[in-house]
């Protein structure tokens, strides 16, 4: 029962604002990508959508298949997707990423540094950023039920948000 009312309290933060990071702005990151470093501010005017994984979480694979879709389906309307791995080991991503064969930038945290500022809860977590760099939405876990409402989000933030210079 204290695991289950620990969850519930971490949720509740997450979602109604017990923190600062659900005030506004998505913090800030540079993190080594695959080919290049990953800076959050180079996608500003983006809206976009971070998702933290790991290569033994059985959700994160079902993720990628999805990721790889809506990018397909959404990126000449301006998202863009960073896909965060927190493996220490990062033989264990790359065989994931080979394997999944994503089509968006993938960053690496193994020191699990900048998923501590986004304070993540489960994996995967999925961050919606609008265009210009304010958080969104934070969601903990990936359900194929709960497609029709990320992208409803995403929809709706490509077609709403404005860039603020």
């Not at 990126?75 to 960073?82: D, E, N, P, Y």
């Not at 064969?101 to 993938?106: A, L």
């Not at 903990?140 to 948000?161: C, N, V």
């Amino acid at each position: 029962m204290r695991g289950f009312i620990k969850v519930m309290g971490v949720l509740v933060s997450l979602f109604f604002g017990n923190s600062s990071l659900y005030a506004g702005s998505a913090p800030d990151f540079e993190l080594d990508g695959v080919n290049e470093k990953i800076k959050l501010a180079d996608y500003h005017g983006s809206v976009v959508y971070i998702d933290f994984w790991a290569s033994w979480c059985g959700p994160c694979r079902k993720s990628f298949p999805w990721m790889n879709e809506i990018k397909e389906r959404y990126s000449a309307k301006g998202l863009k997707i960073i896909a965060i791995n927190l493996d220490a080991n990062k033989l264990d991503a790359s065989q994931f990423i080979h394997e999944m064969k994503p089509n968006f930038d993938i960053a690496f945290d193994p020191s699990g540094d900048v998923a501590g500022r986004y304070q993540v809860a489960g994996m995967p977590s999925a961050y919606l950023i609008d265009r210009n760099g304010e958080l969104h939405s934070a969601h903990i876990g990936f359900r194929s039920k709960d497609i029709p409402m990320l992208e409803q989000e995403i929809s709706l933030l490509l077609s709403t948000s404005k860039v603020e210079n």
